[in-house]
């Protein structure tokens, strides 16, 4: 916290259910540079630096149903957010009900797509069926593309 000149932070997350083998990594990383991650020592440790106070809000990113459903089974403390990408093309509508009936908020990243990351690409911005309800509307996908999300989304919101 002292690095970071804060007292606390809103939201602590762990950033990807996976774990690579100690040691400097290039990314993408090999398969075989995979092992097990142990959730429930992590876990622990984010509970901890909640009940310090160092963290407002502790929660996961990029979990699917089964890898919360583990981390509930043993958490005394829940997630409060799993942060997936989302956009028109992936909906993910499985994990946003589970997500739902468990209490956990959904937080969306990556609704145009991510075009510049290694696996990133352009379906949304590039999509037929956007650009043609974007040039009716005389708007742009990025701009059709937040209504949708809004719309989407709008039924999660609890």
């Known amino acids: 916290?002292?690095?970071?000149?804060?007292?606390?932070?809103?939201?602590?997350?762990i950033h990807f259910p996976i774990s690579l083998i100690p040691g400097?990594?290039?990314?993408?990383f090999e398969k075989d540079e995979l092992v097990h991650m142990?959730?429930?020592?992590?876990?622990?440790?984010?509970?901890?630096?909640?009940k310090r106070g160092l963290t407002k809000s502790i929660g996961v990113s990029n979990f699917?149903?089964?890898?919360?459903?583990t981390l509930l089974n043993m958490a005394k403390i829940p997630p409060a957010v799993n942060q997936v990408e989302m956009s028109p093309l992936w909906?993910?509508?499985?994990?946003i009900q589970f997500c739902k009936e468990k209490g956990v908020h959904i937080t969306a990243y990556s609704p145009l797509g991510a075009k510049g990351t290694?696996?990133?690409?352009?379906?949304?911005?590039?999509?037929?069926?956007?650009?043609?309800?974007?040039?009716?509307?005389?708007?742009?996908?990025?701009?059709?593309?937040?209504?949708?999300r809004k719309v989407l989304t709008y039924t999660v919101t609890f």
């Not at 142990?38 to 909640?50: F, L």
């Not at 699917?64 to 459903?69: A, M, N, P, T, V």
């Not at 909906?91 to 994990?95: I, V, W």
């Not at 069926?129 to 593309?145: C, P």
Request: with cysteine; aromatic share 8%.
């Open 91 to 95: 909906q993910q509508k499985k994990l």
């Open 64 to 69: 699917s149903c089964e890898k919360l459903q």
């Open 118 to 148: 290694l696996w990133g690409t352009n379906q949304v911005l590039e999509n037929q069926v956007l650009k043609e309800i974007a040039e009716a509307r005389g708007k742009t996908v990025a701009q059709v593309t937040y209504i949708l």
């Open 24 to 28: 400097e990594q290039d990314f993408p």
């Open 1 to 13: 916290m002292q690095e970071l000149k804060l007292e606390y932070l809103d939201l602590y997350l």
């Open 38 to 50: 142990d959730i429930k020592a992590v876990w622990e440790a984010m509970e901890e630096c909640q």
